[in-house]
């Protein structure tokens, strides 16, 4: 699973370079996200989605996002079960996540994620995230949730919610825990954005593939208690 992750300030200039690429950035904008190495449910996460109003063009947006998916229908903002990851074997099925697969699916952008491990009857954390240190990316859905208390036209009436797909965990990673987050490549994050695709169990299919495979290549160190927030907290310590 995946219940704690960090994101440093590198994503700004990381995600301007590659949607000034694609020539598909909303007029006059620019990312803000402050660095978190501390994100929890319910917090904001960043992520990248496709525009989906005819309007907008299919602009790449880059948005902040409450880290617990909340369906359209849902009659509250809190809802009763956890939704901050959905199990990417089943998200097509679920009534929570299954609309948002077929048109509202997310990138979102990690440095790693925190994990505990039982030692000696002790929970011990570890921070995952690419050998090579750069920014990594999960393969994620989202929701836009109406206050029904609001207007239709404000603005403030409408909350975006985000959750992280997992799968079985890669064998590098399983003395860990047993699932971790679908990893996305670079390759993947338009196809699996693209809103004129309805997204099904094909192309979740393609996308565990390539997470499975992607994730040979992270590794687990372990770190000190994650308490407060600071880039200390993903520095290895000695076991």
Known sequence: MCGRFAMDGEINSMIVEFIEETGRAPAEWRPSWQPSWNIAPTQQIPILLEATRPELNRELRFESASWSLVPRWSETLRPKFPTFNARIETAAEKPTFRAAVRHQRAVVFATGYFEWHTEDGVKAPYFIRPATHEITA??????????????????????????????????????????????????????????????????????????????????????????????????????
């Open 138 to 239: 999960f393969a994620g859905l989202y929701s836009w949730w109406p206050d029904p208390t609001l207007p239709y036209n404000d603005p403030a009436r409408w909350h975006l919610t985000a959750t992280i797909l997992t799968q079985p965990t890669a064998p590098n990673l399983a003395e860990i825990h047993d699932r971790n987050p679908v990893f996305l490549p670079q390759e993947l994050w338009l196809p699996w954005i693209d809103s004129s695709v309805t997204g099904d169990a094909a192309l979740l299919d393609t996308v565990a593939e390539a997470g499975a495979a992607w994730a040979r290549d992270f590794r687990a160190d372990r770190v000190g208690p994650v308490r407060g927030n600071g880039p200390e907290l993903i520095d290895p310590v000695a076991a």
